[in-house]
Structure formats: C-alpha cells, structure tokens
C-alpha cells in the first residue's frame, strides 16, 4: 500500500474517533445545562430549609454537641466516567492531611484508586451518569452510613455522627468539603428572626429530627447536581481539547498526504515516459 493511501486510511481513523469524541463532548454541554436548572432549584429547597431550621434553633435548644471522638465520615465524590483529567487526583490529595475515620468513595473511576486514598474506604458506590440517576445512588448512600453505624435508617440519620462531604464545584481547580453533619455551623452568632417560637405540631425534639432528615436529603442532592455538573464541565474541556487536537493532526496528515501523492504521480509519469521512450 503506498504512503498516501496509508494516510488517507489513517485520515479516515482519526475522523471516525472525533465524530465519537465530538458526540460525547455535546452529551456533556446538554447534561450542563440540565443540571444547572436542577442545582438552582435545589439549592432554593436547601435554603428554605436551612432558614426554617435556624429560626427553630433561635428558640429551642439544639442537638447534643458531637464528642470528637465521635466517627467522622468522609463522603468522597468522584466521577463515575474518564475523560474529566486530574478529577478524582485532586479529591484525593484534599483529603490526604485529613483524619477521618472512614470513606466513602463514590464513583467507579474514583474507586479504582481506592489504595492511594489515605484513610480507610468502608463503602464503595457507583457514581451517577445522568441526573436522573442520583436520587437512587442517594438512597444507597444513607443505607450505607445507617449500616456503619447501626440503627440508622433512611428515614432516622444514625445519632453521633460527624459526616463531611468532598467534591468539586464549579470553579476551576477548586474542591470544598462541607460539614453536612454535626448540621447548622452557621447557627453561631445568629441574630433573632422572629420575636416569637414558631408553632409546633409536633414534639420540638421529634421535629428536628424530621427536619434534619429532610435537610441531609436536600443538601445531598444539592451537592450530587454540583459535583456532576462539575465533572461535565472537566469533561467538555478534556473532550473540546482532544477534538481539536485531531482536527490538528488531521489537518497535518492531509498536507502530508498531498505531499506523498504529488511524488507518486510524479513518479508514476516518470515511468511512463521511460516506457513512452523504450518504445
């Protein structure tokens, strides 16, 4: 086969790979902007609920402060597909200098590297792909922290429990660990809201408890939509570099090509002149 129809093979390869990697790139911008509108709602309900919970606690006594001794869990938010460059390094490095008592690693990308995490993986969960798969993979999680520390269910959060999330947001490079549990840091200082208690159906403790389930389960999933959207946004990075640098290569190969081709005509109008005077 000769050099120009070896490129040309090569051209057609290099086409077919970003078609792929253009396909996926567009899944990841679609994905964005779907999880953007999901993350904006989200984070109205967590406000609303971190609002009603701290006017409850301006009049009424708040839980029992956690013993340092107390299990600290790390929920580790990696990503569940490649292409998203130092994604799950990073997370891993944030938590290197940390002591935590546990791990949870969340993303199968993330729990490949699961030896190079400093402090103990008790659990391992398949990360989310699509944002409709994250109120399951949420579901997973509470059944997993209510199993390492018994008596915990999806509707009661095991009491004693310290539970900070890692994952990444938005901003370039940037990853946040955020105290999900003991919930509330913000209370300190607070000024009052209201000169009256509010009004209670149910026992003040009994409501909290209620309350603090509903808080885990919106800020969880605040922070699943933000992380996701944060790995899409790695993702078409990666993705819209690597399609140029096939547009590049492909653009290269074509020259070369043409290159080739020119000295094979050229040499193949050489033979037939030679033949031509033989003749």
Partial sequence: MSLSRELQLHITQLKEIRSILNSMKNLAFMEIHKLQRFRTMQGQAVANVERAALDFLDFYPGPAAVDDNAAHICILLGAERGFCGDFNESLINAIAAKTYTGVIA???????????????????????????????IINSLIDAISSLHGGGTAAKVPPGLQLTVVYHDNAPNQTVQRQLLPPFPQQN??????????????????????????????????????????????????????????????????????????????????????????L
């Fill in 106 to 136: 969340i993303g199968s990308r993330l729990c490949n590297r699961q030896e190079d995490i400093a402090a103990e993986v008790v659990a391992t969960l398949g990360g989310a792909n699509v944002a409709e798969e994250i109120p399951a």
């Fill in 189 to 278: 200082g607070q000024t009052l809201h209201y000169g009256s208690p509010p009004i209670l159906n149910l026992e003040p403790g009994e409501f909290f408890a209620d309350l603090l389930d509903h808080y885990l389960f919106a800020v969880l999933h605040e922070i699943f939509y933000i992380s996701l959207m944060a790995e899409n946004h790695r993702r078409l990075q990666h993705l819209e570099g690597a399609v140029n640098h096939l547009d590049d290569e492909t653009v290269k190969l074509q020259r070369k090509s043409q290159i080739y081709r020119q000295e094979e005509i050229t040499e193949e109008i050489e033979v037939i002149l030679l033949n031509a005077e033989n």
